[in-house]
């Protein structure tokens, strides 16, 4: 196997794990603050040297929404990596930045795309 794949596919579960502890953490954190539930956790991504922990959000209300939360984000960031630092076995836990998901949003667009093209095709 190539050193590149398996770099991959270790980077891969290891997002995989922040991504679980954090959606957990958030869930906690969402229900002692109602300023943040409109937010959900869509993913977590991993820099390559793994130094950089992206955590994207996202939200039916919109990114608008998402940047007049991110005020209360940045105050729980700290406890979030203490949490995560403790849960995770790992030598160095990666700096936390949050962001907003608009992946989520062209996906949406793109399959109501397919579904109107469908829809001409059946008339």
Not at 20 to 25: D, R, S
Not at 38 to 54: A, E, F, I, M, T
Request: charged share 30%.
């Amino acid at each position: 196997m190539d050193n590149k794949t398996v770099r991959d596919i270790k980077r891969s579960q290891k997002e995989s794990v922040f991504y679980k502890h954090i959606a957990q953490l958030f869930l906690q954190i969402s229900q002692e603050n109602e300023r943040l539930h409109g937010l959900s956790v869509n993913r977590v991504q991993l820099s390559p040297d793994k130094s950089v922990c992206s955590v994207l959000f996202y939200s039916t209300k919109g990114k608008a929404f998402f940047d007049e939360r991110m005020e209360d984000l940045i105050l729980y960031k700290p406890s979030l990596r203490s949490a995560i630092a403790k849960a995770i076995p790992s030598r160095y836990v990666p700096k936390i930045v949050f962001k907003y998901d608009s992946q989520f949003e062209k996906q949406i667009e793109i399959e109501s795309l397919l579904d109107k093209v469908k829809v001409e095709e059946q008339l």
